[in-house]
């Protein structure tokens, strides 16, 4: 048998998937804290409003470890174990608005190893795309990095958060057209 195409996925992530709380990767007042934000637009430029971005990040050291029960919830009170507010936990989602906007509170990411530029990895599930997608918010141009090293540098400038007034960092993801964001394969 031949394997089929997987089911389209969307627009049904404002039920259960979104938690409270849920970009809040940094712990509340340290003050290295940043914001990355931005809009995710669909081919023909418009906003969507209904996509999920799930986040994973290195600490501030390039450690990977992650707090652990990011996402397990407690069934007496609700909260999760691992978002206690003081504890860096590497993980996020959060479900873009009507404007197709999105933010998240964290750390910057340290780098995993020598020759490799910080990033965090984002995974974009949206209506209308038969799989997820997955790409790479850099905040530095690291062109030493082997994944940004091999790109032109216009398909480059699309992994690189730009920064802003007041330490946040910009970054939009546009799904197809001009622009288009540079997205990863995994196998």
């Known amino acids: ?20 709380g849920g970009g809040d990767l940094a712990p509340a007042g340290h003050p290295d804290t940043v914001v990355v934000h931005g809009h995710v637009y669909d081919g023909a430029g418009d906003p969507v409003p209904d996509a999920l971005l799930e986040f994973w990040q290195a600490d501030p050291d390039g450690g990977l470890d992650g707090l652990p029960g990011s996402m397990r919830r407690d069934h007496v009170d609700g909260s999760f174990p691992g978002r206690d507010g003081v504890r860096f936990t590497g993980f996020a989602r959060v479900a873009t608005d009507a404007d197709g906007h999105w933010a998240i509170r ?36 690291g062109a030493a990095d082997p994944l940004l090293a091999s790109l032109d540098p216009a398909r480059r ?21 001009d622009r288009e964001t540079v997205f990863l394969e995994f196998r």
Not at 2 to 19: D, E, I, M, R
Not at 157 to 177: H, K, N, S, W, Y
């Open 157 to 177: 400038a699309t992994l690189v958060a730009g920064a802003e007034p007041g330490g946040a960092r910009r970054f939009d993801i546009r799904l197809q057209g």
């Open 106 to 141: 964290t750390l910057p990411p340290g780098a995993t190893g020598p020759g490799r530029a910080p990033y965090i990895a984002v995974c974009v599930f949206a209506r209308g795309l038969l799989q997820h997608l997955y790409t790479r918010v850099y905040f530095e141009d």
């Open 1 to 20: 048998m031949k394997p089929t195409p997987s089911q389209t996925v969307g627009p049904f992530f404002g039920y259960a998937l979104p938690y409270a």
